[in-house]
């Protein structure tokens, strides 16, 4: 198989082009850039392999300890998932499940949430567990977070994956 000759005119249009490329470094730098702006855009590494993540997929790994939130206050809610975190840390566990409901369904979910953090109940857990979790306080020791397979709670309950207990 030949190649074909390429005409003058060819070799002008393409070194013409080729001085009007933009480098790849300054791409790399705007994109640093926006990952400091935009954190949440970043891939987070979850410090699990994929087996673990498969296992966990498909509800193979059983829960070695459990926290339900559902009745809790806001702050209630926030104050035991962070001793439950830390407890469980320090005990070594590994993977622990946090049940916080789906949230309220028909005429009720519709009312304004109470702002008062002592008395708000309807669905602030499922929304906000994730957060807290991801909090220094906390993040610190959490390999991973991600909704629960369907037998342990489906979409009302959360996987934890705790990071190995430094000596």
């Given at each position: 198989?030949t190649?074909?000759?390429v005409?003058?005119e060819e070799?002008v249009?393409?070194e013409?082009s080729f001085k009007?490329?933009?480098?790849?470094?300054?791409?790399?730098?705007?994109k640093?850039?926006?990952?400091k702006?935009?954190?949440?855009t970043?891939?987070?590494h979850t410090?699990?392999?994929?087996?673990?993540i498969?296992?966990l997929r498909?509800g193979d790994?059983?829960?070695?300890?459990?926290?339900d939130?559902?009745?809790?206050?806001?702050k209630n809610?926030h104050?035991a998932?962070i001793?439950?975190?830390q407890?469980a840390?320090?005990r070594?566990?590994?993977?622990?499940?946090?049940?916080t409901?789906?949230?309220?369904?028909?005429?009720?979910?519709d009312?304004p949430?109470d702002l008062?953090?002592?008395t708000?109940r309807r669905?602030?857990?499922?929304?906000?567990a994730?957060?807290?979790l991801a909090?220094?306080?906390l993040a610190r020791?959490?390999?991973?977070?991600?909704?629960?397979h369907?037998s342990h709670?489906?979409t009302g309950?959360?996987?934890v994956?705790?990071r190995?207990?430094?000596?």
């Open positions: 198989m190649r074909r000759k005409s003058d070799r249009l393409f013409e009007r490329a933009v480098p790849l470094a300054p791409i790399a730098v705007a640093k850039a926006h990952e702006k935009h954190p949440a970043v891939p987070k410090g699990l392999d994929g087996r673990t498969e296992r498909r790994l059983e829960p070695q300890a459990r926290l939130l559902h009745g809790m206050t806001e809610g104050r998932l001793t439950f975190v407890g840390y320090n070594g566990l590994r993977l622990v499940i946090v049940v409901g789906k949230g309220q369904k028909g005429p009720a979910a009312e949430f008062e953090l002592e708000r669905g602030v857990h499922k929304m906000m994730p957060r807290w909090e220094p306080e020791l959490v390999a991973d977070v991600r909704g629960a369907r709670g489906g309950a959360l996987y994956y705790l190995k207990k430094e000596r």
